[in-house]
């Protein structure tokens, strides 16, 4: 299991974001196999650092990708193009943090609503 997430400098003078690939070993314990530091977390620089890892020899298609971040939807669809699959997974847990902060709500609705949501069925 791995995860991707970024790490917003809370510096003015270093505005930067880390991306950080983190994987788990046999005992648990979190492993970071790659990081990157970028401007901002957008599509490019998504790209531009799974293309990275690829060029070190990573494959990710057999493996599930935890994220929280929107952003790895558009540049996995654009890496696609290239041979390069992302099995990407979204960490309820993550997202129900974000969506807390985001809201300043610490309510346990927001929760009960995302778990809500991850449970809907759909069909194309």
């Given at each position: 299991?791995?995860g991707?997430?970024?790490?917003?400098?809370?510096?003015?003078?270093?505005?930067?974001?880390?991306?950080?690939?983190?994987?788990?070993?046999?005992?648990?314990?979190?492993?970071?196999?790659?990081?990157?530091?970028?401007?901002?977390?957008?599509?490019?620089?998504?790209?531009?650092?799974?293309?990275?890892?690829?060029?070190?020899?990573?494959?990710?298609?057999?493996?599930?990708?935890?994220?929280?971040?929107d952003?790895?939807?558009?540049a996995?669809?654009?890496?696609?193009?290239?041979?390069?699959?992302?099995?990407?997974?979204?960490?309820?847990?993550?997202?129900?943090?974000?969506?807390?902060k985001?809201?300043?709500?610490?309510?346990?609705?927001?929760?009960?609503?995302?778990?809500q949501?991850?449970?809907?069925?759909?069909?194309?």
């Amino acid at each position: 299991m791995f995860g991707l997430d970024g790490t917003h400098s809370k510096i003015a003078k270093y505005r930067r974001v880390v991306l950080t690939f983190v994987g788990r070993d046999g005992k648990g314990n979190n492993l970071t196999v790659a990081f990157g530091i970028v401007h901002s977390e957008n599509e490019d620089n998504i790209q531009w650092f799974f293309r990275d890892c690829c060029a070190a020899d990573l494959t990710f298609d057999a493996i599930p990708l935890f994220c929280d971040c929107d952003h790895i939807i558009g540049a996995s669809e654009k890496l696609a193009l290239d041979g390069i699959r992302l099995n990407i997974k979204f960490c309820t847990i993550h997202i129900i943090r974000n969506v807390r902060k985001e809201l300043k709500h610490r309510g346990q609705d927001i929760a009960n609503a995302i778990f809500q949501r991850r449970r809907a069925s759909h069909r194309s």
